[in-house]
């Protein structure tokens, strides 16, 4: 290694410069205060926990994105967190033990092995929220329609909704009686909407003229309005689950577009990007000209079973980053004051003082020209007097 590779930064791994970093902890501190204001409460779970815990509950797509590490003091196996959801669910149900609905919010670094979507990066700044103790409809509404105002509040604008629910995958894939290796293949190629290959595959299962359709029609389900009433006439009658799960989308996309009437709708029945700790709905929000989600959620009701709390969960994330890169976040510049460097005890109390009034002093240090400074501090008849330069 070249004495100048030493200061690259590993693939994935960026860095905020001090303008950019002013935006990211604007936008933080607005987002958390928007979410205090619907009742959720912060938490700040730890940067790593030992592997049984983090991973508990979260499925082995998770567990792939999870850097491990050995605790040098027990031996044991750790893990840097590569989402919250986890972390969030333990405290949940084994920190707070709360009876009733419980909102929780979060913001904080994670890390990944892997590059999350087609941006490259391996280390977001994750801000999310989490409501508990509530399976209803009801809830979904909540924390959807929280995060649409969280993106409508970061600046963000031609949002467009994409929902799904896992029951009505899940539903196809049970009738169709697939074995675990089939169902795999299958969501794979779902994953990839790699439709003639799909059409390929289901051609060498055993399965009657009606399931073949259905498994390759429903990564078809996939556009407007119509999609559900398509879905309704091709599979309302698989089983009550599918029906129900039909059914909830349409009562959620009424209450979004009356929420958010600006919000285009989409509908992806086939939809399993998502993680597979997600039991119900799923959604994600996308913006024009970016490949990636800049939110998703969904519900993931049995999460918490492992640690001795299975109660009904909904919850949303997305990156800080991120938004910051998609929008103009502005942020005000303090007025600075420059000061001279001295043991003045007035001079101390006058610093004082105006940082406390929210100005930005800067004492001259040599060498220091302080360019962006609008005031100085002079001494008048022995007091310290702020004067425009």
Not at 286 to 305: D, K, L, S
Not at 354 to 375: F, I, N
Request: proline content about 4%; charged content about 20%; some cysteine.
């Amino acid at each position: 290694m070249t004495l100048a590779d030493r200061w690259l930064l590993p693939e994935g791994v960026d860095e905020a410069l001090p303008e950019q970093a002013a935006k990211i902890e604007h936008l933080r501190r607005t987002l958390l205060n928007l979410h205090q204001g619907w009742g959720y409460q912060l938490v700040i779970p730890p940067l790593l926990e030992y592997l049984d815990s983090l991973l508990t509950g979260a499925g082995s797509d998770l567990e792939i994105e999870t850097f491990k590490v050995i605790d040098q003091l027990s031996g044991r196996l750790m893990g840097v967190r590569a989402d919250f959801t986890s972390q969030v669910a333990r405290i949940d149900a084994h920190c707070l033990k709360e009876e009733g609905v419980q909102r929780l919010s979060y913001c904080g670094s994670v890390l990944r092995t892997v590059p999350s979507g087609l941006d490259g990066t391996r280390c977001p700044i994750q801000l999310g929220a989490e409501l508990y103790g509530h399976g209803g409809v009801e809830s979904d509404i909540e924390v959807l329609s929280l995060m649409l105002q969280t993106l409508t509040v970061a600046g963000l604008s031609n949002l467009v909704l994409d929902l799904g629910h896992v029951d009505i995958v899940n539903g196809v894939v049970a009738a169709c009686g697939l074995t675990s290796d089939q169902e795999t293949k299958l969501a794979d190629l779902y994953r990839a909407k790699d439709l003639p290959e799909l059409e390929r595959y289901v051609e060498t299962l055993s399965l009657n003229a009606e399931q073949a359709n259905w498994l390759i029609q429903l990564p078809r389900l996939c556009g407007g309005y119509e999609v559900l009433e398509k879905a309704e006439a091709l599979l309302a009658n698989i089983s009550v689950p599918v029906k129900n799960a039909i059914a909830l989308l349409q009562d959620m996309a009424r209450s979004v577009e009356n929420r958010f009437p600006a919000v285009g709708m989409h509908f992806d029945l086939s939809d399993l990007v998502s993680y597979s700790y997600h039991t119900g709905v799923v959604f994600a929000a996308y913006v024009p000209g970016h490949g990636n989600a800049i939110a998703r959620g969904g519900r993931y009701n049995n999460i918490g079973h492992v640690f001795g709390r299975s109660r009904p969960a909904t919850g949303f994330s997305t990156d800080v980053k991120a938004l910051v890169s998609l929008s103009e976040v502005v942020v005000a510049k303090p007025k600075t004051v420059i000061s001279p460097v001295s043991q003045d005890a007035k001079l101390w109390h006058k610093v004082n003082a105006l940082r406390a009034e929210g100005y930005q002093v800067v004492e001259a240090l040599e060498g220091d020209t302080a360019k962006e400074a609008q005031y100085q501090l002079v001494q008048m008849d022995g007091e310290w007097q702020m004067l425009p330069r």
